[in-house]
């Protein structure tokens, strides 16, 4: 499973952003918790905010990952990334294709790309995909305009047959993180386990405490 895997995917808790899920916190303080907490990659998904405000909650999230030592992953913007010199950019199937997210970026740069299917799974990784995230597992209201839940045994399949990293999205907290993991995936991504906590930094460390250690990475 790890033939293809990116050396720059150094993380197993992948935390997206959501102001509404913070409860009315500031969502840069809540994210810092969460990397105090022991987060070390933090996808930027804000798809209300207007560019200037995209690129001023990027920037100040830039600033915060690199003082913990975390990725920052821009939610779709390859331009929003390379001004504030971000790690990377998730995209979907309605965003820029992956070869040109490449051209842009760089070999040097992280590419996730948002799966629901076996097959979305598969093109992915064929076309270059450092990573891929994979649900809903679980019912989850943000992810409802998505579909039904993928469930486990899906995940499961397409963990067995990717040979890049497959993170766990949708629904997903400390008391069903069990199941997703036994289906041997990379990681878990995830919102409000984290955001909607009333302790973001303990949250973060509980989840963190049931992933199993990173392989070293060459």
């Known amino acids: 499973m790890r033939e293809l895997e990116s050396p720059w995917i150094d993380f197993n808790l992948y935390l997206i952003t959501g102001r509404d899920e913070c409860r009315g916190r500031n969502l840069d303080e809540v994210v810092e918790e969460a990397l105090r907490g022991g987060v070390r990659a933090i996808q930027l998904r804000d798809k209300s905010a207007s560019t200037k405000e995209l690129y001023e909650t990027a920037y100040e999230l830039r600033r915060l990952t690199t003082r913990y030592g975390a990725k920052l992953i821009i939610n779709d913007r390859v331009d929003i990334a390379l001004a504030v010199d971000a790690d990377g950019v998730h995209i979907g199937v309605q965003s820029l294709p992956i070869y ?4 842009l970026l760089g070999e040097r740069k992280v590419i996730g790309v948002s799966c629901h299917n076996q097959v979305q799974a598969i093109t992915a990784q064929e076309l270059g995909a450092d990573f891929i995230t994979f649900g809903p597992v679980f019912y989850t209201a943000s992810k409802a305009p998505y579909g039904d839940p993928v469930g486990l045994e899906r995940l499961c399949t ?7 990293p497959v993170f766990a999205l949708g629904g997903i907290n400390l008391t069903n993180c069990d199941e997703v993991l036994a289906c041997r995936v990379r990681g878990i ?3 409000s386990a984290i955001l909607s906590a009333d302790d973001p930094r303990e949250a973060a460390r509980a989840l963190i405490a049931k992933l199993p250690p990173l392989e070293p990475t060459l």
């Open 100 to 103: 040109k997210v490449r051209k």
């Open 158 to 164: 397409v963990t067995d047959i990717l040979q890049i």
């Open 189 to 191: 991504a995830l919102i």
